[in-house]
């Protein structure tokens, strides 16, 4: 098993661009979020899903939008790049009381 | 507001010690705590959970305990090791919504 993967890992973008992470998870797991890190602000939940078709929003999610098809891929679209979006992004999926991340990427925005 | 503290100085001692790391909450009423590692430019790996009725919780040399009077949950490792440096991060997950939220972290150095 891959576990979580995540694309791409490392990623600049200039403001006003747009561009979608990938995340895939290979354990058939209903439930995936997308986190994204800052310095001392630890994990901030932006949206989440909780099986095909079905997504919410999380604590922070101005500025960008997810989608469900599958249950196996929870992809995360910026639809206008600021720089207040430079951080690093985790995609995680949830089984029996555990989350298993994904390697993150590491996004700039200039 | 809901919040989550855990110290966000740097926590030094010397190998074979114990660490012991905090993570206190206010406004919160979790239905259980979770225990993450989070190595350099890695994703968090999970650890531990501990549920609101438990007191403690032991895997190996970690030790976990949850006392939700003080709501707060101590992390401790026992005969610490170089290999144990890393960022941990403690995640309650809300009785209402399910969802986790995680402390900020506290990085662990473990001098030989």
């Known amino acids: 098993n891959a576990g979580v993967t995540q694309t791409p890992k490392f990623q600049v973008l200039k403001t006003g661009q747009s561009m979608t992470l990938q995340c895939a998870q290979d354990?058939?797991?209903?439930?995936m979020s997308w986190y994204r890190q800052d310095p001392g602000m630890g994990l901030r939940l932006i949206h989440y899903s909780v099986g095909a078709g079905i997504t919410d929003q999380g604590e922070v999610p101005n500025g960008y939008n997810v989608s469900r098809s599958t249950t196996e891929d929870f992809p995360l679209r910026l639809l206008s790049a600021a720089p207040s979006q430079t951080s690093v992004y985790f995609c995680?999926?949830?089984?029996?009381?555990?989350?298993?991340f994904g390697p993150g990427t590491r996004l700039t925005v200039l | 507001s809901q919040k989550i503290e855990q110290n966000s100085e740097a926590l030094n001692i010397q190998e074979g010690k114990t660490a012991t790391l905090t993570c206190n909450y206010t406004n919160y009423s979790p239905a259980y705590l979770q225990w993450y590692r989070q190595d350099p430019g890695r994703g968090p790996v999970f650890l531990l959970l501990?549920?609101?009725?438990?007191k403690e919780k032991r895997k190996e040399r970690l030790k976990v305990t949850f006392d939700t009077t003080l709501k707060q949950s101590l992390f401790h490792i026992t005969a610490s090791q170089p290999a144990d440096s890393a960022t941990y991060l403690c995640a309650l997950a809300s009785s209402n919504t399910g969802k986790l939220i995680f402390g900020q972290g506290t990085t662990l150095q473990v001098k030989p």
């Open positions: 354990m058939n797991h209903e439930y």
């Open positions: 501990i549920r609101e009725n438990e």
């Open positions: 995680a999926s949830t089984g029996y009381n555990e989350q298993f």
